[in-house]
Each structure stands twice: as structure tokens, then as C-alpha cells.
């Protein structure tokens, strides 16, 4: 096996301004863009099954009346949406074309748009809004308000709002983890390194080292850097707030994940005409 086609030192990430995910896909990480394709061999839609069941059970529990259409922002390669399509009309929107396109050949029967879930406006209201773990790229407060707003304005009056975080300020640890999967004539492994290298900041950093292995080709290691946000339960919360959105905390119960260290929030967009 050769040397990674980039090299790089992790001690060096701390230093770096964090990139910058808007104005197109120019400086999005390479998962999402050279490497879309590969998404379905590092993480499969059949990786999803149990956490998409907890969230459309709890988007079930919090709205007042049976949800029929759902707006996913930062849908990636459709994961989520494969167990959602059965129960709700999906309509998906994400800043990478490419992860789209993966989208698309695995939820042909669902709406997609690309986009950017900080300014997107599609020109019509949801049951519900659903936004999973590309949240984490918001990296400032401002970022992050954005996308919530986003979302407020896309959900009808009493319709519901479900944001998952990877992590909160409260609950993020250092971790390491790793998978992957195998598919026809090609394979993926990865390892997934994740600190905080300036926690007097709103940026932790992840990096993946990817293992591609094809037929008839060496294998071959790339390496990818990616900026996640940070918040304190209490900034997500009234950042909710501020946008019309009475949301609560829960526990991320899934039986891969100690239920204390990740939370999501899920709530209820106010309709303004009821405090007028």
C-alpha cells in the first residue's frame, strides 16, 4: 500500500481557520464532493433504520395532528430518508450536487433540491422540518441561526422542528471510531478522529482517513478534514426560541449510544396569528 496522496499533520489542524462550507461546493470536504460516490460503502442506508424510527416516532409524539409532508435540510446521501418515505411525502435539499445525485438513485420517488440550508427558500410550508447531523457544519452563531430560520420558515404554524446534533458543548467527547462496507468490485474502510483543539471556541474538528480499495487498482488513503460546531444546550434552545420554534432536549436513545452523551431537540413552530 503506497503513502496517503496528502500529507498532513493533525497537531498542525488547531491553527487552521476553520473552512468555510457556503458560496457553492468549492470547499466543501471531499466526502461530499470527488468522493460522493463512495457514501453508500462508508455509511449505508440499513446503518439508519433505528435512529430515522426515533426520530419519526418523536416528530409523531410532538406534532398535534398526523404529519403527511417532511422537508429534510442537509439530506447528504438520503439515509434517513429511506426509512422516512414510507410514512411521509419527503421533500430533500443539500449543498452538494453530488450527494444528490446519491440521494436521488436510492429516493427516486422523493422532491430534491440543492441548496444551502442557511438561505434556501423552496416557497412552501412542511408538516415538519428535519434537519439530521449536517447541523454540525454550522461553525459560528451566526451560521447556525441561519439554518434554524431556515427551517422555521419552512414549517407551517404548529408543524414540528427536529434538529439532531452530533453533539452539544455539554456532551461532546474525543472519539475515535471506524467501519465501512464493502460493495461491487470495491470496498471502503475509514477511521474518524474527533477533538476539540481551542474549547474557548465554536469549532471541533474531525478528521477521517479513508482506506479505497477496487478492483484491478492499488488501494489508496486520503485523508479529510472536516469543522463541526459546538453549542451549549442553552445557546441551541434559545436559538429555537428566537425563531418561533417552543423546542425541548431529549436523550438520543439508540442502542449503539450511551443516551448521555448526545441529545436532539425537537419542537413546535408557534403560529404568530395565536399571540396577536
Request: charged share 25%; glycine share 8%; net charge negative.
Amino acid at each position: 500500500m503506497g503513502p496517503p496522496e496528502h500529507r498532513f499533520d493533525p497537531h498542525d489542524l488547531a491553527s487552521q481557520a476553520a473552512p468555510r462550507y457556503a458560496n457553492g461546493t468549492a470547499h466543501l470536504p471531499r466526502l461530499y464532493t470527488e468522493l460522493a460516490d463512495w457514501w453508500p460503502l462508508l455509511s449505508a442506508p440499513a446503518d439508519y433504520a433505528e435512529e430515522a424510527d426515533l426520530y419519526r416516532r418523536a416528530i409523531l409524539a410532538t406534532a398535534r395532528s398526523r404529519p403527511r409532508t417532511l422537508l429534510e435540510l442537509g439530506s447528504g446521501g438520503g439515509n434517513n430518508a429511506v426509512h422516512l418515505k414510507a410514512h411521509l411525502d419527503l421533500t430533500l435539499v443539500d449543498l452538494a450536487p453530488g450527494m444528490v445525485r446519491v440521494s436521488r438513485a436510492v429516493n427516486p420517488e422523493c422532491t430534491h433540491h440543492v441548496g444551502d440550508m442557511r438561505t434556501v427558500r423552496l416557497g412552501r410550508r412542511f408538516d415538519a422540518v428535519f434537519i439530521h447531523d449536517a447541523i454540525m457544519y454550522m461553525t459560528s452563531e451566526v451560521d447556525l441561526r441561519a439554518a434554524l430560520a431556515t427551517a422555521s420558515a419552512h414549517a407551517r404554524p404548529g408543524g414540528v422542528v427536529l434538529v439532531a446534533p452530533d453533539h452539544l458543548r455539554e456532551t461532546f467527547r474525543s472519539r475515535v471510531k471506524q467501519g465501512g462496507h464493502d460493495g461491487a468490485g470495491r470496498g471502503l474502510r475509514y477511521q474518524e478522529w474527533s477533538w476539540d483543539p481551542d474549547p474557548d471556541d465554536t469549532v471541533v474538528r474531525t478528521v477521517f482517513a479513508y482506506i479505497l480499495r477496487e478492483t484491478g487498482r492499488a488501494p489508496r488513503v486520503l485523508e479529510d478534514v472536516h469543522a463541526m460546531g459546538i453549542f451549549p444546550r442553552a445557546l441551541w434552545l434559545q436559538a429555537l426560541a428566537d425563531v418561533g420554534i417552543e423546542a425541548r432536549a431529549l436523550p438520543f436513545e439508540h442502542s449503539e449510544v450511551d443516551p448521555e452523551s448526545c441529545e436532539f431537540f425537537v419542537g413546535v413552530r408557534r403560529d404568530p396569528a395565536a399571540s396577536e
